[in-house]
């Protein structure tokens, strides 16, 4: 499974990069409307920095207006693929951006048959929201190994975004379960770092040398 990092914020992106094992960026609506930045501005900047997927959403309902921006953020970088929301006319514009050869990502998917609706209109990824599942007293890693089970029966090559991670545990049980990336926030990815016996060890083995060092 490989790691992206859910944010707009410059900062975290570099800090997240600088790992080495960062394979790309998703953002969303809110994600950018909390930067208080220009969007455009901040996906040259992050597509600048980081040579994998950068996901940028559309926020247009009809499939012309999904496409005129689509076009527009496909401009900036190579890099760039278009989020599109699990809509009918996310699945149009889906259809139109992989005739196009640009890569999408097909947001807000909270159903199997979403997943298998998005993968063959074209869409390069799907992200089913984990943790906006939990939060409603669903199972949303049950639904991460039932589209990775369905998409690997099928030969669909479409790849899973684990999205909406809140915890460490959804990073662990979403590797074990199929998906094919993470994307989590910069928070979850320091959580992810730690652990209480890797500091109690190198605690140890500092002071051990520094009193070896004192005789
Ligand atoms: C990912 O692409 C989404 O933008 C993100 O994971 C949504 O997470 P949230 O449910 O915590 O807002």
Do not use: C
């Not at 992050?46 to 997927?53: K, L, M, R």
């Not at 063959?120 to 929201?129: E, K, M, Q």
């Not at 992810?192 to 109690?200: A, F, G, I, R, S």
Request: glycine residues 6%; charged residues 20%; without cysteine.
């Amino acid at each position: 499974m490989k790691f992206f990092i859910d944010t707009a914020n410059i900062d975290e992106v570099r800090e997240a990069n600088e790992l080495g094992l960062l394979s790309g960026v998703t953002t969303n609506p809110s994600l950018v409307a909390k930067e208080g930045v220009s969007f455009h501005d901040r996906l040259r900047e992050i597509t600048a920095e980081v040579d994998g997927s950068v996901s940028a959403e559309v926020v247009s309902e009809e499939v012309e207006g999904m496409m005129k921006e689509a076009k527009e953020l496909a401009a900036i970088a190579p890099n760039i693929t278009v989020k599109v929301p699990m809509t009918m006319e996310g699945l149009k514009a889906v259809k139109q951006l992989a005739d196009l050869n640009v890569k999408t990502n097909v947001t807000l998917v909270f159903s199997v048959n979403q997943a298998l609706l998005a993968a063959r209109a074209g869409a390069s990824y799907v992200s089913p929201f984990l943790g906006r599942l939990d939060d409603i007293g669903h199972n949303g890693m049950e639904l991460i190994a039932q589209i990775a089970e369905v998409f690997d029966r099928h030969g669909i090559d479409t790849e899973i975004i684990a999205a909406s991670v809140r915890h460490p545990m959804h990073v662990h049980e979403a590797a074990l379960n199929g998906a094919h990336i993470s994307t989590i926030p910069f928070k979850v990815l320091g959580q992810l770092v730690k652990h209480p016996l890797t500091d109690q060890g190198i605690e140890k083995f500092l002071n051990d040398w520094n009193n070896a060092q004192s005789k």
